[in-house]
C-alpha cells in the first residue's frame, strides 16, 4: 500500500468537508483500510501489544471532537472516535503514537482518576497533567502534543520525570492561577466540524458514558490480558501480572475495620432520601465520604530479599485497588530512604538497592512530625530489627506484615501483626506418588 499517498488523498478530501453528511461510504470504508493497516504493522513489530489492544476497540468517526482520536469507555470495551480531518495530518509513526497515548490513558487508570480530580483542577490543568505522564513513555508523538519540557517552558515550572498526574495536576494548576488572562474571544462550540487542536476539550468523551468505576476497571482488565500475547513494555506489564496475582491479605475486609472515622465531605447515595425535601423520591440523600490515610512503610534493608519484595508489591497493589485512599510509600532500613504518593500500580518504584540494618524508629519519627496520628500504618517487614521503639507512635491503627520466617523482633508491637505464607510450588519428581501414598497412610494412622 502507498500508504502516504492514500492519507494525503483522504485528506485532501476531509478539508473540503462542510457538514458531516458528506461523510461518503466510500470514505469511511477506505479511512478504515488504513487504520487496520497501521494495526496489521504494530501486530508486526514490537507493538504487538497496542495493536492487540486496538484490535478489540471499537471504532466510529465523529467530526466535533477537538483532538484526532478521542476514547469512550462502553459496557463491555471500549470505542474510539477519530475526526479524519486532524488524523489524517499526521504521518505513520504519529498515528501509531497516538494509539499508543490513548491505550496508556486507558492502562494508567486515568479514567478512574480524572473523575475524582475533575472538581479539584480545571479541565485543562488535568488534560496537561495527563497527556505528559504518558507522554513520557511515547516516541515520535505530533510536535502539538504536550510534553514535559514544552510544559515546564511555558508554565515556568521544573517538573521531573515519574511523577503522577495528580502531582503534575496541582502544580500546572497553581501555574495557570498566577497567569492574568485578558483574552475576551469567544468560542463558536456548535460547529459541526472541527478542524483544530483544542487540549482542553480533548477526553471530554471520557464523561460522555455513566459506567461505575468497577465496570471501568473490569473492561481494562479483560482487554488488556486478551492483547497481552508474552510482550509489552514493561511499565505496563507490571499493571498486567497484577491483574492476575492476588494478595494474601483479604485488604477490602481488613481495611474495613481499620479505616477512621474521619468525614471527608459527602457522597451522594440512593438508599437515603434527601434531607431538606424528604418528599422528592427523585433527588438523592448524601452520606459522609470517607478516604483512609495509609502509610506503607517498607523494610529495604539488607536482609530484606528480593523475592520478599516482589510479594509487598504484589499486597501493595491489592491496598491500591482495595480502596479510595490516599496512600503513601516510605522506604526505610536504618533511615528513611525515598518517600512518595501511590495513586496507582503504575506509581509504585522499582526497589532502591539493598543498605543497611533495619530500624523501626526513623518511620514514626517521621510520622510524629508530619502530623499523621489519623492514619493506618501498615509496616512490610522481615521482623529483624529493634527489640524497643526509641519513639512512641502516634498513631493508633499499626499493622505489621512479616515476609519471612522470622517473628517480630519488637517486644512491644503497638498493633497486629500478620505474617504472608505464599506457598511455594510444589516439585513434582519421579517419587511424588509414593510420597503421597506414604502421606495417606500417615493421616489414617493417626
Known sequence: MNFDGRRRELLREAVQWESPSQVTEKFKREFWELLEYIIIIMLEKEDNFFGQFMVQVKREIKLD?????????????????????????CELKEMQALFKHEIYHIMLGHYERERILINKYSRLALSIAMDISVNQFIKNLPAWCKKLYTVNVEYNLDLREDMTMEYYAEEIQKAINKIIKNDTTTKDNNLSIIKE???????????????????????????????????????????????????????????????????RGYKKTITRKDRRQPERLDLRGKLPS????????????????????????????????????????????????????????????????????????????????????????????????????????????????????????????????????????????????????RDVIHDWAR
Request: proline letters at 5%; hydrophobic letters at 40%; aromatic letters at 8%.
Open 65 to 89: 471532537i477537538s483532538w484526532p482520536i478521542a476514547t469512550k469507555p462502553e459496557m463491555g470495551n471500549f470505542q474510539m472516535l477519530f475526526n479524519p480531518v486532524l488524523f489524517l495530518q
Open 197 to 263: 487542536i483544542a487540549l482542553e476539550s480533548a477526553h471530554d468523551s471520557w464523561n460522555s458514558g455513566e459506567l461505575s468505576l468497577d465496570n471501568l476497571k473490569e473492561i481494562k482488565k479483560k482487554t488488556a490480558l486478551n492483547a497481552y500475547k508474552g510482550k509489552a513494555p514493561k511499565n505496563l506489564e507490571n499493571i498486567i501480572f497484577a491483574f492476575n496475582e492476588k494478595p494474601e491479605v483479604q485488604w477490602n475486609e481488613y481495611l474495613k475495620k481499620l479505616i477512621p472515622s474521619v468525614r
Open 290 to 437: 470517607i478516604i483512609p490515610e495509609i502509610v506503607v512503610a517498607i523494610d529495604i534493608s539488607a536482609s530484606m530479599s528480593d523475592d520478599e519484595v516482589n510479594k509487598i508489591m504484589i499486597e501493595i497493589l491489592g491496598i491500591s485497588k482495595s480502596n479510595m485512599a490516599n496512600i503513601t510509600v516510605v522506604e526505610c532500613d536504618n533511615e528513611i530512604r525515598r518517600v512518595y504518593e501511590l495513586k496507582s500500580p503504575m506509581d509504585i518504584k522499582k526497589r532502591l538497592q539493598k543498605n543497611g540494618s533495619t530500624s523501626f524508629s526513623p518511620v514514626f519519627k517521621y510520622m510524629r512530625e508530619n502530623n499523621m496520628r489519623n492514619h493506618i500504618l501498615i509496616y512490610f517487614t522481615d521482623g529483624v530489627g529493634e527489640e524497643e521503639l526509641k519513639i512512641r507512635p502516634i498513631n493508633q491503627k499499626i499493622l505489621w506484615v512479616l515476609t519471612g520466617q522470622e517473628n517480630l523482633s519488637l517486644k512491644n508491637p503497638f498493633g497486629e501483626i500478620k505474617r504472608l505464607t505464599r506457598k511455594e510450588k510444589e516439585n513434582y519428581g519421579y517419587d511424588y506418588g509414593l510420597q503421597a501414598m
